[in-house]
């Protein structure tokens, strides 16, 4: 049965991060990590426009996240929410219509969807997922983070979608060709979630969620193939008899769940 959640990953990677979710007639837009004209086109193909959003949510500074910040708020006005910290660590934040900062309060509610954030561990200022709630259904953002804490469990809690960090194979990881260095980094509990994390993650979670998005595939340690095998070996593995609608994020495209 179809849900009140819509979600359209525009682009999800190392290259670049922007997801619409959308309940009813509101619409936010989860990190501007492209340029504008990708996501203008990308929110074209979900049948909405750039004034059709009601505001940009970040969840951390990193240039992947936010490069399309600067170009997308002068053109639109959107207004922007991040915290305070991340505010301060953004380089991009002089380039950013003064106009549209908006400091993120603990939670808050627009067109019916009440927004709230809990922290995640990643090697940024103060990275966080998101929590949607649209009458009686829950959509979790949760890429960038380094460890499953219990400020993720309690929030993922009940969701009925759920976008997803699975961003790399461990074993392609540790015998790819990235220096040692940036391994620890990826492996670290402030680096990224594996396809393995992300598959206990789900399977250890009190309700399965109706839909699932694998976000953030690595291009270099991962396969579209090999997330979706893995999270669905562990689900079975734990017993659940519940395998949700599983999608996978891309880099280049579009990827959603109408229809």
């Avoid at 790399?168 to 670290?188: F, V």
């Avoid at 070996?233 to 880099?251: A, H, R």
Wanted: proline content about 5%; charged content about 20%; overall charge neutral.
């Amino acid at each position: 049965m179809k849900g009140s959640f819509e979600v359209a990953v525009l682009a999800s990677g190392s290259k670049g991060n922007a997801t619409v979710i959308k309940a009813g007639d509101t619409a936010f837009l989860v990190d501007a990590g492209i340029s504008c004209r990708r996501i203008t086109n990308g929110l074209k193909e979900f049948g909405l426009h750039p004034y059709d959003l009601s505001g940009v949510l970040i969840t951390h500074e990193h240039k992947d996240h936010v490069g399309g910040l600067p170009v997308l708020s002068r053109k639109y006005k959107l207004p922007v929410f991040a915290n305070e910290k991340t505010w301060q660590a953004m380089e991009q934040r002089s380039q950013i219509e003064r106009s549209c900062h908006r400091f993120l309060p603990a939670d808050f509610s627009l067109g019916g969807i009440t927004v709230s954030s809990f922290p995640v561990s990643h090697d940024a200022a103060s990275p966080v997922g998101y929590s949607f709630i649209y009458k009686e259904e829950k959509c979790i953002y949760l890429t960038d983070s380094g460890f499953v804490s219990e400020s993720i469990k309690l929030a993922a809690r009940d969701a009925d979608v759920l976008i997803i960090e699975a961003n790399h194979d461990e074993e392609m990881l540790k015998n790819g060709p990235y220096p040692a260095m940036l391994k620890e980094r990826i492996l670290s509990t402030r680096g990224h979630l594996s396809n393995t994390a992300a598959g206990w993650f789900l399977a250890n979670l009190p309700k399965m969620p109706r839909e699932v998005f694998l976000a953030h595939l690595s291009e270099e340690n991962n396969l579209p193939e090999l997330a979706l095998e893995t999270v669905q070996k562990i689900i079975n593995k734990s017993g659940c008899t519940v395998m949700p609608k599983i999608f996978i994020g891309s880099q280049a495209g579009l990827v959603h769940n109408l229809g």
